[in-house]
Nanobody, 124 residues
Framework: QVQLVESGGGLVQAGGSLRLSCAASGRTFRSYGMGWFRQAPGKERDFVAG????????YYADSVKGRFTISRDNAKITVYLQMNSLKPEDTAVYYC?????????????????WGQGTQVTVSS
Protein backbone atom coordinates (compact mmCIF):
# COMPACT_ATOMS: atom_id res chain seq x y z
CA GLN A 1 0.00 0.00 0.00
CA VAL A 2 1.29 3.45 -0.95
CA GLN A 3 -0.24 6.69 0.21
CA LEU A 4 0.48 9.88 -1.71
CA VAL A 5 0.02 13.49 -0.62
CA GLU A 6 0.55 16.36 -3.04
CA SER A 7 1.47 19.91 -2.10
CA GLY A 8 2.76 23.09 -3.71
CA GLY A 9 -0.18 24.09 -5.85
CA GLY A 10 -1.51 27.63 -5.94
CA LEU A 11 -2.22 30.69 -8.03
CA VAL A 12 0.53 32.05 -10.28
CA GLN A 13 0.73 34.48 -13.18
CA ALA A 14 1.49 33.30 -16.67
CA GLY A 15 5.23 32.90 -17.12
CA GLY A 16 5.73 32.05 -13.48
CA SER A 17 6.89 28.86 -11.78
CA LEU A 18 5.63 26.38 -9.22
CA ARG A 19 7.13 23.27 -7.70
CA LEU A 20 4.79 20.46 -6.79
CA SER A 21 5.78 17.81 -4.27
CA CYS A 22 4.33 14.38 -3.68
CA ALA A 23 5.20 12.77 -0.38
CA ALA A 24 4.79 9.02 -0.31
CA SER A 25 4.44 6.54 2.51
CA GLY A 26 5.67 2.98 2.45
CA ARG A 27 9.07 1.37 2.19
CA THR A 28 8.30 0.08 -1.31
CA PHE A 29 8.36 3.58 -2.83
CA ARG A 30 11.73 2.88 -4.44
CA SER A 31 10.22 0.12 -6.56
CA TYR A 32 7.46 2.23 -8.09
CA GLY A 33 7.44 4.27 -11.22
CA MET A 34 5.84 7.63 -10.48
CA GLY A 35 3.80 10.02 -12.54
CA TRP A 36 2.00 13.32 -12.58
CA PHE A 37 -1.37 13.76 -14.24
CA ARG A 38 -3.69 16.74 -14.49
CA GLN A 39 -7.37 17.24 -14.93
CA ALA A 40 -9.04 20.46 -16.02
CA PRO A 41 -12.77 21.00 -15.46
CA GLY A 42 -14.84 18.94 -17.88
CA LYS A 43 -11.80 17.17 -19.30
CA GLU A 44 -10.09 13.82 -18.97
CA ARG A 45 -7.22 13.22 -16.56
CA ASP A 46 -4.15 13.52 -18.77
CA PHE A 47 -0.58 12.38 -18.42
CA VAL A 48 1.94 15.12 -17.67
CA ALA A 49 5.22 13.45 -16.69
CA GLY A 50 6.58 10.13 -15.46
CA UNK A 51 9.80 8.85 -13.92
CA UNK A 52 11.15 5.33 -13.52
CA UNK A 53 11.80 3.76 -10.12
CA UNK A 54 15.54 4.46 -10.31
CA UNK A 55 15.01 7.99 -11.60
CA UNK A 56 17.00 7.37 -14.78
CA UNK A 57 14.18 7.50 -17.34
CA UNK A 58 11.67 10.31 -17.64
CA TYR A 59 8.67 10.86 -19.89
CA TYR A 60 6.80 14.05 -20.72
CA ALA A 61 3.66 15.07 -22.52
CA ASP A 62 4.46 17.14 -25.59
CA SER A 63 2.56 20.08 -24.13
CA VAL A 64 4.97 20.40 -21.17
CA LYS A 65 8.25 19.21 -22.65
CA GLY A 66 10.99 21.76 -22.06
CA ARG A 67 8.97 23.57 -19.38
CA PHE A 68 8.32 20.91 -16.71
CA THR A 69 10.82 18.64 -14.99
CA ILE A 70 10.00 15.56 -12.95
CA SER A 71 12.45 14.27 -10.36
CA ARG A 72 12.47 12.03 -7.31
CA ASP A 73 14.37 11.69 -4.08
CA ASN A 74 14.10 8.09 -2.94
CA ALA A 75 15.75 8.90 0.38
CA LYS A 76 12.98 11.40 1.10
CA ILE A 77 10.36 9.22 -0.64
CA THR A 78 9.20 12.27 -2.55
CA VAL A 79 8.64 13.04 -6.20
CA TYR A 80 8.67 16.58 -7.59
CA LEU A 81 7.31 18.43 -10.57
CA GLN A 82 9.09 21.69 -11.36
CA MET A 83 6.85 23.78 -13.59
CA ASN A 84 8.32 26.78 -15.40
CA SER A 85 6.94 29.18 -18.00
CA LEU A 86 3.43 28.37 -16.88
CA LYS A 87 0.53 29.08 -19.20
CA PRO A 88 -3.19 29.55 -18.48
CA GLU A 89 -3.83 26.22 -20.20
CA ASP A 90 -1.78 24.51 -17.48
CA THR A 91 -4.59 25.30 -15.03
CA ALA A 92 -5.85 22.02 -13.58
CA VAL A 93 -5.86 19.78 -10.55
CA TYR A 94 -2.54 17.93 -10.54
CA TYR A 95 -2.38 14.36 -9.29
CA CYS A 96 0.56 12.26 -8.25
CA UNK A 97 0.39 8.51 -8.90
CA UNK A 98 2.44 5.35 -8.33
CA UNK A 99 2.81 2.50 -10.81
CA UNK A 100 4.26 -0.99 -10.60
CA UNK A 101 5.52 -0.50 -14.16
CA UNK A 102 8.53 1.49 -15.32
CA UNK A 103 7.58 1.32 -18.99
CA UNK A 104 3.89 2.21 -19.20
CA UNK A 105 4.11 5.47 -17.31
CA UNK A 106 2.14 7.40 -19.94
CA UNK A 107 -0.83 5.07 -19.38
CA UNK A 108 -3.27 6.16 -16.69
CA UNK A 109 -4.39 2.54 -16.29
CA UNK A 110 -0.88 1.48 -15.23
CA UNK A 111 -1.14 3.36 -11.93
CA UNK A 112 -2.38 1.68 -8.77
CA UNK A 113 -2.22 4.52 -6.28
CA TRP A 114 -3.32 8.14 -6.54
CA GLY A 115 -3.09 11.22 -4.40
CA GLN A 116 -5.95 13.61 -3.72
CA GLY A 117 -4.65 16.30 -6.05
CA THR A 118 -3.50 19.89 -5.74
CA GLN A 119 -4.98 22.84 -7.62
CA VAL A 120 -2.79 24.87 -9.96
CA THR A 121 -4.26 28.05 -11.39
CA VAL A 122 -2.39 30.17 -13.91
CA SER A 123 -3.76 33.63 -14.56
CA SER A 124 -3.23 35.48 -17.82
Amino acid sequence: QVQLVESGGGLVQAGGSLRLSCAASGRTFRSYGMGWFRQAPGKERDFVAGISANGVTTYYADSVKGRFTISRDNAKITVYLQMNSLKPEDTAVYYCAASGSNYLLRDRGAYSYWGQGTQVTVSS
